[in-house]
């Protein structure tokens, strides 16, 4: 089976095999006067598919392919082997760039992405390609020009969650782009009720078969000398993932706790920062909070996460963010919200504190407990560390669920082969 994975995956490994460039002076100027430099970056990405290609690499009959853009690309093109994987990287800097006419029709005539993408996939010419994501538009808008090949899409999170304008103006050509895919791809994969329930409102006619992330082996670290009380980190930082209720919270902690001290780690546009800032200051917080950017390399955020005494990771959409899996396999205590997913996390032990989304004084109280009782601490750390390493023994019968789903896939493409039940997402037994 020759497997093509399209994602926006990458590392630092993985980019010491492309011949880079800096921006000159001229594009650097314009990326900071449109606020964009949080966007030019260059930091690791989608672990949770690396994770996947490890273990891919260890199944016998697959040649696999990883496809990804990349910014700040000398080529249009990169092609590279390591390990048993053939990768494939392709510019996307103008693309990206060309997001900024608002419009998705016109987007669509001046990107470059897809037909990057068209080049690549005839060279490989795949079985069948596993698209991670309908939401982003240089990685899921060039799978509407590979319709003629076999395709499944893995749900990172659906877009058009309808919760999201709580949190943030929606992206209307992220909103479009998401329902062509859906329109035109049948294959999907989740493992969650309300994104099958979602997708079945955008499109009847889909079919949702069951997919279950595969559990990443992250890297043993020292444990460095603690630094501040509390982190609230992202690779996107935002009000989806709580960083003005930590704020919140914390100055409600600061009245029996002067010396309280909470770190934001992680990508924050120039505005949000400010407008944090302000709600800093107003606060009083100015000696409590600080700020640390995005790491490039996925470990250096782990060291510095450990840094921290406490998690605090109020997300709003994610059923399970990364984030929490991470902070729970490095013994972080974790303060997170109730979600569709997270109460899961407590339903053998305690694990987790849960606050209720969007009650500030619901989130301080869980960050005073932590705060104030080391034996609550040590168990909830203890606890989600032995969940944690439960997880990792579940990856060989999730690996084996998904070889069925790509031949099945592979089988209703090539012979007409119904989808077998038993592969099918049944929202009855969620």
Same mark, same amino acid.
């Given at each position: ?32 006067? &449109? ?33 990804? #853009? ?91 969650? #309808? ?176 979600? #569709? ?12 504190? &849960? ?67 038993? &592969? ?7």
């Amino acid at each position: 089976m020759k497997l093509m994975i399209l994602s926006p995956y990458s590392n630092a490994e993985l980019r010491t095999h492309l011949k880079m460039e800096d921006y000159s002076g001229l594009t650097n100027f314009f990326v900071q006067k &449109l606020g964009l430099q949080r966007k030019v970056t260059l930091i690791d990405k989608a672990p949770w598919v690396g994770h996947l290609i490890n273990e891919l690499e260890q199944v016998d009959g697959i040649e696999l392919f990883s496809v990804s #853009p990349q910014i700040k690309m000398s080529k249009s093109i990169e092609r590279f082997n390591l390990n048993k994987t053939t990768y494939y990287f392709y510019s996307s800097d103008f693309s990206q760039a060309a997001r900024l006419v608002g419009n998705y029709s016109l987007w669509k005539k001046l990107e470059t992405c897809s037909h990057k993408v068209r080049e690549i996939v005839d060279e490989i010419r795949p079985d069948i390609i596993v698209l991670f994501g309908t939401e982003n538009l240089t990685i899921s808008a060039p799978i509407l020009s590979l319709l003629d090949y076999p395709i499944i899409c893995i749900l990172q999170t659906v877009y058009h969650k #309808p919760e999201r304008v709580k949190y943030g103006k929606p992206n209307k050509m992220l909103l479009q782009l998401e329902a062509e895919i859906v329109q035109k791809v049948k294959f999907f994969g989740t493992g969650n009720k309300s994104y099958y329930e979602l997708l079945k409102y955008l499109n009847p006619n889909v079919s949702v078969l069951e997919y279950k992330w595969i559990n990443g082996k992250l890297p043993q670290l020292e444990i460095p000398q603690k630094s501040f009380d509390f982190v609230n980190f992202s690779f996107n930082m935002g009000a989806r993932k709580g960083d003005e209720d930590c704020v919140r919270a914390l100055a409600i902690i600061k009245r029996t706790h002067p010396d309280v001290t909470l770190n934001l780690a992680g990508g924050m546009s120039p505005a949000r920062k400010d407008y944090i800032k302000s709600i800093i200051s107003e606060l009083g917080l100015n000696e409590n909070v600080s700020f640390t950017p995005m790491f490039e390399m996925k470990e250096d955020m782990y060291r510095h996460v450990l840094k921290a005494r406490y998690a605090v990771l109020p997300v709003k959409m994610d059923l399970i963010s990364t984030t929490i899996r991470e902070s729970m396999f490095y013994k972080l205590p974790v303060i997170t919200n109730i979600t #569709p997913g997270t109460p899961l996390l407590n339903k053998e032990k305690q694990c987790v504190l &849960l606050a209720e989304k969007d009650n500030i004084n619901s989130l301080a109280n869980c960050m005073l407990q932590v705060l104030e009782d080391d034996r609550l601490s040590n168990e909830l750390a203890k606890n989600a560390y032995e969940q944690s390493l439960g997880w990792q023994m579940d990856n060989k019968q999730r690996v084996d669920n998904l070889m069925k789903i790509l031949h099945s896939v592979i089988n209703y493409y090539n012979n007409g082969t119904a989808i077998p039940q038993e &592969l099918l997402f049944n929202p009855e037994r969620k």
